[in-house]
């Protein structure tokens, strides 16, 4: 019973994605055949997985494989798998649409960048649509397991794809790319009709997938007789790959480059990563894991959807579940890898893993080892770590502020830049480098350092030679909350609070200050009213005349901007004005008050104080019209 095909279009999204591919000049092409393999292999773990509960889908056939042909003459490669196969809606939403916000996200940096920015395509690994960068026509022949029509889906990228019913089909996939002419001119191209060409990039790529990769002998003649075997309908084949999972190899016997090529495969990242874990744990809970730091930031790492750890779970090299998130903590979800143990039962199921002891164990080991490796990174390889925390820093916030019992070590892997230079220190460094009696580390909230630099908060510690941290990260508001202390080291948020730079000496000259002008003091006060809860001298200031500090325990910034979000009430900011008890305007202030008590220009004053405070913390004024006639009428004055 076969239909007339229907012809479908992609969604907008495919069509330009895969304008994008039809017209790449990305070097690394290659990638189409890792990424087809992928997906096979994919396809023949999830049979497996299936099969456990319900042998029948895997009954009878040939041994679980993945085949590839070529035929050089008609430049088409053909790869099929066994696996579990697609449904007709299944294809129609596989390979119609794209399904995932990660690949959106990815085709917006693509529109930024241009669409020759090969690293991105590297980066992110387009899957079944990087194809189209080799192939002109693709069809895709698909029976799921269990069932028994199949679906014959076919395009050329152009908009539309077909789809069929057929009957016939074996369970599993058949992918048939027919390749482009070899481009012109460029003698160096690499020809994916060549079978000596797959072969190598089957060996670079996809090694150690644990199914077997089987070409046809009579594809390869030059292969030794030694390594050709029978294969599925009783075809002489060649094994191409050796499936031999890396993890599974002990440390010393691994090179460098086997590590990467295994990272690639996993993370479909074509950079390198910048760390490898890789321990077993013998006794009791017998495992092995495999973990890699990526040397980028995936585009959807702060999506909605993407809070959970990356890590694959295998039980004795049978292969469980992509992404297993009781593996590391969602704080560590930039983290890629393979976790296989050798004592949880083949067929747990979600239920089974949260509350699994085993499971706990790892969970903390794992995280103990990414930890002690970022910590040995930050240490000897400070160039590496940088690039690191520019990419993840944050994450590992996440954790610092959820995980009380991680707090100070995950402090220790902070680096914050300082308001003294700008560099990036760690809070060892910056003790390690301040005078030995100063018991405070100073940090400043601000929207980046060159404003917090400026900031008058500053002034003071500045002037002593001191320094503070930047705290310009919007988590880092939650940081400051969570991390109220580091190695007996008070954390002091400088724009909040009373500052208390002066010793004794200083308290008291200021407290003699604040009776001397109470009037005036109060008469601001008045004047500011619903703007400010009090006013009063500081000694956080050098230079500037006011600044407008919080109380301790005010919310920050970010916090108030999430209530308003979320519809929730902002408590009242309840904001003090200091005033600079060494500037000559505090003087002026008295000599005006003890004029006239009740002069209007009192009130004036506390408006341009007040409105010269808050430009100075980069926020917008109450009344601008308001304060810029008051600095009109002032030049006016001047002017006279
Ligand atoms: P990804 O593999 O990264 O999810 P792809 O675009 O490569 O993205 O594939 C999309 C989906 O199509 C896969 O997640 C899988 O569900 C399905 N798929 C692709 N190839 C196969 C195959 N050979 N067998 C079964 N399903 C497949």
């Known amino acids: 019973m076969t239909q007339r095909p229907e012809t479908h279009v992609f969604q907008a999204e495919v069509k330009e994605l895969l304008g994008l591919m039809i017209h790449s000049l990305y070097s690394h092409k290659e990638i189409f055949l890792r990424e087809l393999i992928s997906n096979a292999s994919d396809a023949l773990d999830k049979l497996r997985f299936e099969a456990l509960t319900k042998p029948e889908l895997a009954a009878g056939g040939d041994e679980l494989c993945i085949r590839l042909d070529v035929d050089p003459a008609t430049r088409r490669v053909v790869i099929v798998d066994n696996g579990i196969g697609m449904t007709r809606e299944e294809v129609v939403e596989n390979l119609g649409t794209i399904a995932r916000s990660g690949t959106r996200r990815f085709l917006e940096a693509l529109r930024e960048k241009g669409s020759q920015s090969p690293e991105l395509i590297g980066q992110f690994g387009v899957g079944f649509y990087s194809s189209f960068m080799v192939a002109e026509q693709i069809v895709v022949e698909t029976r799921k397991a269990g069932t028994d029509g199949g ?116 993370a479909h990242d074509f950079a390198d990563p910048l760390e490898t874990v890789h321990f077993r744990n013998e006794g009791s809970n017998e495992y092995t894991a495999l973990l890699y730091v990526p040397g980028a930031r995936p585009f959807d790492l702060f999506e909605p959807g993407r809070d959970k750890a990356q890590v694959a779970l295998y039980v004795r090299r049978v292969f469980v579940m992509g992404e297993c998130e009781e593996l590391l903590p969602p704080w560590l979800r930039f983290v890629r890898g393979v976790v296989d143990s050798s004592d949880l039962p083949l067929n747990v199921s979600r239920e089974i893993l949260q509350q699994n002891r085993t499971l706990v164990q790892i969970r903390k080991r794992c995280t103990t080892k990414v930890l002690d490796a970022l910590g040995a990174m930050r240490d000897n390889r400070r160039a590496d770590y940088e690039k690191f925390w520019a990419a993840f820093g944050t994450v590992l916030k996440e954790g610092l502020v959820m995980e009380r019992e991680r707090t100070e070590e995950l402090a220790g892997l902070c680096l914050f830049p300082t308001t003294k230079d700008g560099a990036l220190v760690t809070l060892d460094e910056l003790i390690a480098r301040a005078p030995k009696d100063e018991d405070t580390l100073y940090t400043i909230l601000g929207s980046d350092l060159e404003t917090v630099r400026r900031s008058p908060h500053l002034e003071a510690l500045a002037a002593k030679g001191g320094e503070a941290l930047c705290f310009s990260d919007p988590i880092d508001e939650w940081v400051r909350d969570a991390l109220r202390e580091y190695k007996g080291k008070k954390l002091v948020a400088l724009e909040r609070g009373e500052a208390d730079f002066g010793g004794a000496a200083e308290k008291e000259q200021r407290e003699t200050m604040e009776r001397d002008y109470r009037g005036v003091l109060e008469r601001i006060e008045q004047g500011l009213t619903g703007s400010v809860e009090r006013v009063r001298f500081s000694t956080r200031l050098k230079d500037s005349p006011a600044v407008l500090v919080d109380s301790a325990d005010a919310p920050g910034p970010h916090y108030e901007r999430m209530l308003r979000q979320t519809g929730r009430p902002v408590p009242p900011r309840k904001r003090v004005l200091e005033l600079n008890a060494d500037h000559p305007l505090t003087s002026k202030l008295k000599s005006l008050f003890e004029a006239d008590a009740q002069s209007t220009k009192l009130k004036d004053w506390a408006d341009l104080l007040y409105g010269q405070a808050l430009l100075a913390e980069g926020s917008p004024l109450p009344d601008a019209p308001r304060f810029s006639k008051l600095v009109s009428d002032l030049m006016l004055a001047t002017a006279k």
């Open 151 to 266: 679906v014959r889906w076919s395009s050329r990228g152009d908009g539309e794809f077909t789809l069929e019913e057929t009957s016939g089909l074996e369970r599993g996939t058949r992918i048939t790319l027919d390749l482009k002419p070899l481009p012109q001119g460029e003698d160096d191209a690499q020809d994916f009709a060549d079978a000596q060409v797959l072969r190598e990039l089957v060996a670079k790529y996809s090694d150690f997938v644990e199914w077997p990769i089987l070409m046809p002998s009579e594809r390869l003649p030059d292969e030794r007789v030694l390594r050709r075997r029978p294969g599925p309908g009783g075809v002489e084949v060649v094994e191409l790959n050796s499936k031999k999972p890396l993890w599974s190899r002990s440390k010393e016997e691994i090179k460098p480059e086997e590590y990467a090529q295994f990272y690639h495969h996993l």
